[in-house]
């Protein structure tokens, strides 16, 4: 779908500044010389489109509690759908993609506590009978951006 | 700490804010809270970080950026901090993450870069490497995408 540059500008605010007020999207409206009915309609489209794929609160996994890991198996290619059938099946595995690596599918993994990333790990070695698999849990992070300028795009 | 009532709100955030006039009061009534109470425990949660960004998630692949590789570095000690904050400055690159090295995994050094084709972003990893004076890194193109959701949580109890 095209955008207008008033699409453009509205995704850009919202991607950081989305106002949590009483009447969020008229203060959007009133920032960007529109009205409410117009803001509502290009977010309905958009979501429509795809192009914002959630409105919502992002949140940081560690501070609600939660721990994360990246981790990565060798995978024979013509196991490649059964193994992603058994990895994807876990809610917390979110992003599983596959890499032009010996390592050769990537999946990132969050649960409520330590424990149970390591019993998830030994299940998946366990259930797919494949063992070589690391996991890289963060150690120091130095960014993490969502957001991308659409102004000039 | 995160009380029940945050982990009511994430439940209901993390399925969407919805397009109506008020939305918040619409939420606060679902968790019978009031609209004023509503938007001081969100913003609280926002000072102290639980919530990170309110606000929209966008599908990158619709704005031109097409292209994204995990460009993983080989480096120890301090110098990691060193290219992990020199990474960090390039507009390029939305995630750097320093990770374990486990099970003979060397490059710890972990960057997502985002460009409009693959040579772009091989370009990008290209002056990442000038910059910083590593050599030795790899570029891993996702192939396929084989499951991509947003983390759904407090789902039990």
Redesign the interface.
Known sequence: ?E?DSLDRDL?NI?????P???????DLANSLGTT?EDI?AR??RM?E?????????????R????TGT?C?IKVPADRIGQV?GI??AY???????????E?N???TL?TPDKKEIERIIAEIKMKTGLH?????????????????D?TE? | MISSLEKAIVRVLQEGLPLVSRPFQFIAEILNITEDDLIEAIRDMQSRGLIRRFGAAVKHQDLGYTANAMVVWKVAGESAITAGELFSSFPEVSHCYQRENSGGWQHSLFTMVHGKTDEECHQIARSMSKASGLTDYLVLFSTEELKKESMKYFTEG
């Open positions: 779908m955008l995704l919202i991607q950081s500044d989305f949590v007020t009483k009447e969020p999207y008229k409410e509502l977010l309905e979501t489109n795809n192009i914002i794929r959630r409105l919502g609160g992002i949140f940081d996994s501070k609600l509690g939660y990246l990565a992603a990895i994807n809610p917390g595995i979110t992003h599983n993609y596959l890499r032009n690596h390592y599918m990537w999946f969050l070589q698999l690391i996991s890289l849990p963060a150690v120091k992070l130095f960014k993490i951006r969502v957001n991308f659409l795009g």
